[in-house]
């Protein structure tokens, strides 16, 4: 298997094992201490920042999904287009649940090092 290949199936594991499947755990696999991302939420640094968003939103949406609608990879360079769907049934910051179902679609430029 090739590094591009190998990429995107560590990318669709994080939607697959660890947003729909909800198994944390792969969050020490795939996150590197280094790992950085920007989101609307401030700067995420390694698998603890990471982890904590994701707990935010998956206590707020315990139903979360997220489904790859597209792939692409060339190199350590890797784009994921996605929609994450759930129900608002904790609490979000300072927003109480509304028990509204949410569809959002993003899209993340993922850059890869040693597999992480």
Do not use: C
Not at 34 to 39: A, D, I, P
Not at 54 to 79: Q, R, S, W
Request: aromatic letters at 8%; glycine letters at 10%; charged letters at 30%.
């Amino acid at each position: 298997m090739s590094i591009t290949d190998q990429n995107k199936t560590t990318a669709r594991r994080i939607a697959e094992e660890l947003w729909t499947k909800k198994n944390a755990h792969v969050i020490d696999e795939i996150f590197s201490p280094g790992f950085s991302m920007r989101t609307p939420d401030g700067e995420l640094k390694g698998p603890d920042g990471y982890r904590k968003f994701y707990n935010t939103y998956t206590t707020a949406f315990p139903d979360l999904t997220m489904h790859v609608d597209d792939i692409l990879g060339e190199g350590d360079k890797v784009t994921i287009a996605f929609t994450v769907r759930g129900t608002h049934k904790g609490r979000l910051k300072d927003l109480d649940p509304t028990g509204r179902k949410v569809e959002v679609k993003g899209l993340v430029l993922a850059t890869f090092a040693n597999g992480k």
